[in-house]
């Protein structure tokens, strides 16, 4: 089994106000099968789950599960490359990322307690594909919660599975 992985984002625009600024700021990084720079070994993804305003959820990234092909799978991250986080909401409910009650996952933040607000209709897209941010036990639960209403939101979290060294362990 391999893994390929893509991070993509996109910003365009067209302004005509006599002149023209017609274009787009692209980036694309395809990663590859494996667990060293710009290299990934699987995915763990949940879409279209809902946070009713003032309630929250915490991922531990040490065993977050997922159902593939009717098999329960756990996923263990030792290194996150990319998250992309969607706040489905159109109106109201904020999605406040960050700020775990402990063993926080802060290093995308800056600093433990740090947070970052997903406004409604919008996305986040944090990514480090060369070295990622490193998981482990004190380091590991990343917090979502809902503020100002409901949200729905989905999530995909890029990363490695395995140590350095050791062999790929595509899809664990």
Known sequence: MSFKGQIQAAVGWNWNDGA????RLDYTKQLLDGNGADQAETVWHDEDTTLLDGASTTLDLTGLTRTVLGDT???????????LIINHATSDGQLVVGDAASDEWAEPFGADVDQVVVPE?????????TTGWAVDASNKNLKLAA???DV????A???I????????????
């Open 20 to 23: 023209v600024d017609n274009d």
């Open 73 to 83: 799978h756990t996923v263990t991250f030792l290194t996150v490359k990319a998250v």
């Open 121 to 129: 209709n919008s996305p986040l897209l944090l990514a480090n594909p």
């Open 147 to 149: 503020s100002g209403g």
């Open 152 to 155: 729905d939101y989905s999530i």
């Open 157 to 159: 979290i890029l990363g």
């Open 161 to 172: 599975i395995t140590a350095a060294g050791s062999g790929s362990g595509s899809g664990a």
